[in-house]
């Protein structure tokens, strides 16, 4: 069975520096995508950077890259310069597909504090 | 282009009360996915649909059954409700897999908070 797993419950980073949250996935279904979504304490979830399984180079979107290490069946999300308004919870997600269906698992998340 | 929406935005429910979430969106998706979310958790998928008038189960179908009777409406209903039911409800949309269309993340709605007394 498909399992993502995020083994950070809380991170602290300061204003203006880099942060990694870490996510690890497992699969047997050589096509598969990973998703990065922020959720604010309003509740929404936002979408942040998308890597499929045969892109050669890691995504960046703005701020945020994807370090992806398929050989380690990693998919950290790096938050360069981070700011006050990163504050939220980070959940990392595969898309699941097989003979019509497409399914995203998500992790448990990562609770990320930004302070001052 | 309103995205995903999601009504009604909180509701309580006594136990054994009946409900239906209706989620809309207006961007021409095939797919429509109903998760739930708990403290502590992350989402978890209930039923999905892969096109109008179909469904399917999810991870944790039991005591809800959905339905898409037209392409931009998904509907979740919950003929008994429980107190395990307590949760925050998403629903989300996307287009058809991995390879199809021009961006492949689901796209969610603002969440429904349903509270089971």
């Known amino acids: 069975a498909q399992k993502i797993t995020q083994t950070q419950p809380g991170m602290f980073v300061q204003e203006k520096e880099a942060v990694t949250l870490d996510c690890t996935y497992d699969t047997s279904d050589p096509s598969y995508g990973l998703f990065w979504y922020k959720q604010p304490s309003s509740g929404e979830m936002i979408f942040l950077i998308y890597q499929g399984s045969y892109d050669q180079q890691n995504a960046t979107e703005g701020r945020y890259s994807l370090n992806f290490q398929k050989a380690r069946k990693s998919a950290n999300l790096v938050i360069s310069a981070s700011q006050l308004g990163d504050s939220a919870m980070y959940f990392c997600a595969m898309r699941e597909r097989s003979y019509n269906t497409d399914k995203l698992i998500f992790g448990t998340g990562t609770r990320l504090q930004v302070f001052p | 282009n309103a995205g995903v929406t999601q009504t009604p935005k909180f509701r309580v429910l006594k136990t054994g009360q009946s409900m239906t979430l209706l989620c809309a969106q207006d961007m021409n998706h095939e797919y429509m996915y109903w998760y739930r979310q708990d403290p502590g958790m992350g989402l978890r998928l209930i039923h999905y649909s892969v096109g109008e008038g179909t469904t399917a189960k999810g991870e944790v179908p039991d005591g809800y059954n959905v339905s898409r009777l037209k392409k931009q409406n998904f509907l979740l209903g919950l003929e008994s409700a429980a107190p395990s039911q307590t949760s925050v409800y998403f629903c989300?949309?996307?287009?058809?897999?991995?390879?199809?269309?021009?961006?492949?993340?689901?796209?969610f709605g603002p969440g429904t908070r349903l509270t089971v007394t």
């Open positions: 989300a949309s996307s287009y058809r897999g991995l390879a199809g269309g021009p961006r492949p993340e689901q796209y």
